[in-house]
């Protein structure tokens, strides 16, 4: 059961036509809310910002470069995202990366974006914080004046370092508070339960800060309910092994407790054998906030619209009520003001009733 839209606005949605849903997909406003920046750095770029700042590479070629990417689970592409982050030095490299994905996320129809950004995979290699968080800040300006995306950023502690590490990020962090709007926790999951990062969720919590974690994309569903009873987090990214505890997934939906789940990156990373093998529809027909994100992009085979062409393609499932579900939950399950997601969901309802055929 999706949570109904108004009884007449369904009707609405039930009279489009299974044609429009490419073009529905490709130009109906969304939201993006898990979305790695570092994962948005393509090849090109890569190569480009190691030439200019003299980073070697284990790869001859853009095109050797991206043949690499052959997954097999998580680590296997943590290891080369690592890799390929390590070409980040300076402030404008920052800006660029983002730069570059707020092109692609305004071509998508992306009007507001939530990024995900890793410090402790710069500071770690002696970038310092300012040259990470300014260069990221300027460019969520920069999307705002450039492409009209609302952009604001959440900070990511690495779950296979120890928590004092977090402790220590999230201190480095405070002189530049007002540039990030939450923390977040990704990087390997099994055998990094969220209750390693107790503490530091908690001092979060106390600055006032937002709070999401990866749970339950390779781990079980009790990293899930660990994120939401002892992190006390406000959204779950992935959380797709939910739906092996029915007892999780109606806590989920009766909460509305939203699920970031990230279609292409899960194929990729063998959490499903093919995409016609997705539990997205499972999670919509129990009623769970889920939404629809790239994770990133750049190493899993697209951006958001390629998210949801995929996904709507391999899923016959999955039509105009279910499109138009998605994007009304990434309004929902975002951290901008009531005001902001109440105009984006009106230009929503506007793009699909647009789309139905006139009554005789
Ligand atoms: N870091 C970047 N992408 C990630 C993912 N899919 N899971 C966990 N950590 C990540
Ligand atoms: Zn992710």
Redesign the pocket.
């Known amino acids: 059961m999706i949570p109904p839209p108004t009884a007449d606005f369904k009707t609405v949605l039930d009279r489009i036509p299974r044609s429009r849903l490419p073009e529905l997909l490709r130009n109906a406003p969304k939201a993006e809310l898990h979305i ?1 920046i570092e ?1 948005s750095l393509e090849p090109e770029l890569i190569f480009a910002l190691a030439q200019r700042n003299g980073v070697p590479l284990a790869y001859p070629s853009v095109e050797a470069l991206r043949a690499a990417y052959a997954f097999s689970d ?1 680590q296997s592409f ?1 290891d080369i ?1 690592y890799a390929g982050a390590s070409v980040l030095l300076q402030e404008d490299d920052f800006h660029a990366m983002a730069m570059a994905y707020f092109a692609r996320a305004a071509a998508d129809h992306v009007v507001h974006a939530e990024l995900f950004f890793d410090p402790q995979t710069h500071t770690d290699r002696g970038v310092p914080m300012a040259h990470v968080i300014n260069g990221l800040a300027r460019a969520c300006a920069d999307a705002r004046s450039q492409h009209g995306i609302d952009a604001s950023l959440i900070l990511c502690f690495l779950r296979h370092l120890s928590e004092d590490a977090a402790l220590a990020t999230l201190q480095a962090a405070l002189p530049y508070r007002q540039h990030f709007i939450g923390v977040g926790l ?2 390997s ?1 099994r055998g990094h339960p969220p209750e390693k990062f107790a503490q530091v969720f908690a001092r979060a919590r106390a600055l006032g800060l937002h709070r999401v974690a ?1 749970a339950g ?1 390779e781990g079980p569903p009790a990293y899930i309910e660990s994120a939401l009873d002892v992190l006390k987090v406000e959204r779950i990214d992935h959380g797709v092994r939910c739906v092996e505890s029915p007892a999780l997934v109606a806590r989920l939906a009766a909460s509305r407790m939203p699920l970031t789940v ?1 279609p292409l ?1 899960n194929v990729k ?1 063998c959490v499903y054998p093919t995409m016609a093998d997705h539990q997205l529809p499972a999670l919509l027909d129990a009623g769970l906030c889920a939404t629809v994100n790239s ?2 992009p750049a190493y899993f085979g697209g951006y958001l619209n390629d998210n949801f062409i995929a996904t709507f393609d391999a899923l016959p499932q999955l039509g105009p009520r279910q499109a138009w579900q998605l994007m009304h939950n990434s309004f929902e399950a975002s951290f901008a003001s009531a005001e902001a997601k109440a105009g984006w969901m009106t230009a929503l309802d506007r793009a699909f009733a647009e789309a139905a055929p006139a009554l005789p």
Do not use: A
Request: hydrophobic share 20%; glycine share 6%; net charge negative.
């Open positions: 790695h994962g998580l943590l995202y990704d990087s999951e990866h994309e990230c990156s990373l994770d990133d």
